[in-house]
């Protein structure tokens, strides 16, 4: 495989990035492939688009088999250009890199390997064996990398992406002092709240939140703000809820909470012997882990997510407790949020429950990636250093 930056790129070729870019813009159109990953494909034969793919869902065509079936006969001799490397394994489907020699492609341009141990490397080979010339694009690596942060990190770390969502005052306030805290946040930044739920593959929340807001914790795809093509793009992903997670140490989730009414699967994470024991309905399993001093052990509890029920990216919507014991632990790798232009006093709830700390040195560190503004609040979104 030979590697090449955008610099490098020879006259004949100086097209190749506006292919890869159109291939991550395809990429991006669905909001989550879980467990797999989200890849572009565009096909480009004599200087010209032939065909166009994009992974719509997991169990359905990838990226390069969809465009191998909208190109038919116009792709022989042409060149695929692909945000990940081509699997070289049979699945829910077939191997796409088989696709791609059996399709007659020369050539295929790659923005990156797949970590899957059970790709990394081998499509590459498997293509460059059939006498296929494979280029790595580095240039557009870390973009590729980017829609897939979940994927990547369950793949290589063995645990989910964790995406931390908050809502405050200006003055880092979640409520007021007797748990009033509806609405912080505006319309807009609740309708983009959505998003990132339906973007996950897993919302977590508390006990305590369960039983002091009951909330459905599901994607209300009305609220979501999607044109009706978008709608229409992501009609597949968004019929199944993500999971819904429950920390409960001792069982005290009521049969009654809506979270468990809501459509799809709720898992609730416990330390409680006789869990077993409690009558709930079939969409809800118990999943037994250890504790730590706070109570389910969060990163057992992470790990099992990435394991056992293939989550890729998990978005954490829970109190203080919660929030400020991901933080203490190094578990948040994202943090989101929606800061409205409003003050609730000093006496209001925290954001975190985060004590101990007596250096900066001690302070838990990230970094600005983006600021927006989405209705009337700010929206911020930091990375951990």
């Known amino acids: 495989m030979k590697t090449l930056s955008n610099q490098q790129l020879e006259q004949a070729f100086i097209e190749w990035p506006v292919y890869m870019q159109r291939a991550l813009d395809l990429a991006g159109k669905v909001l989550s492939t879980s467990p797999n990953p989200r890849v572009g494909c565009v096909i480009v034969n004599n200087s010209q688009i032939v065909a166009e793919g994009w992974h719509v869902a997991a169990g359905l065509a990838h990226a390069e088999v969809m465009a191998l079936e909208q190109a038919k006969d116009n792709v022989r001799g042409g060149t695929a250009f692909v945000t990940l490397e081509p699997c070289s394994h049979t699945g829910k489907t077939g191997p796409c890199s088989e696709a791609l020699i059996e399709a007659g492609i020369r050539s295929v341009v790659i923005a990156g390997t797949d970590p899957d141990k059970r790709v990394l490397g081998s499509g590459v080979k498997k293509l460059e064996q059939a006498g296929l010339e494979v280029i790595h694009l580095q240039d557009f690596e870390k973009a590729a990398r980017n829609l897939n942060l979940g994927y990547f990190q369950r793949q290589e770390h063995g645990r989910p992406f964790v995406r931390l969502k908050l809502a405050m005052s200006l003055d880092g306030r979640t409520a007021l002092a007797n748990g009033i805290s509806k609405w912080i946040s505006s319309s807009a930044a609740r309708a983009d709240v959505q998003r990132l739920r339906a973007g996950s593959s897993a919302i977590i929340t508390g006990i305590n939140t369960v039983l002091v807001d009951d909330p459905s914790l599901n994607v209300r795809i009305e609220e979501l703000d999607l044109s009706d093509e978008e709608l229409e793009e992501n009609r597949i992903s968004l019929a199944e809820q993500p999971l819904r997670v429950i920390l409960d140490t001792q ?45 389910v052990d969060l990163k057992s509890m992470l790990e099992s997510l990435a394991s056992e029920y293939a989550c890729n990216d998990v978005l954490i919507e829970a109190g203080s407790a919660i929030s400020g014991s991901l933080l203490d632990k190094e578990l948040v790798d994202e943090l989101v949020v929606y800061i409205a232009p409003k003050i609730l006093g000093s006496d209001a709830k925290p954001l975190f429950e985060l004590t101990g700390l007596t250096s900066l040195a001690e302070r838990k560190h990230f970094t600005v990636v983006e600021v927006t503004k989405v209705g009337d609040d700010i929206k911020a979104i930091l990375a951990k250093v």
Not at 270 to 287: L, P, R
Request: glycine letters at 8%.
């Open 251 to 295: 069982l005290r989730t009521p049969g009654t909470a809506r979270i468990l009414d809501a459509p799809g699967q709720v898992k609730i994470y416990t330390a409680e012997s006789t869990a077993d024991a409690k009558d709930f309905a079939e969409n809800v399993e118990i999943v037994h882990v250890g504790t730590d001093e706070n109570g």
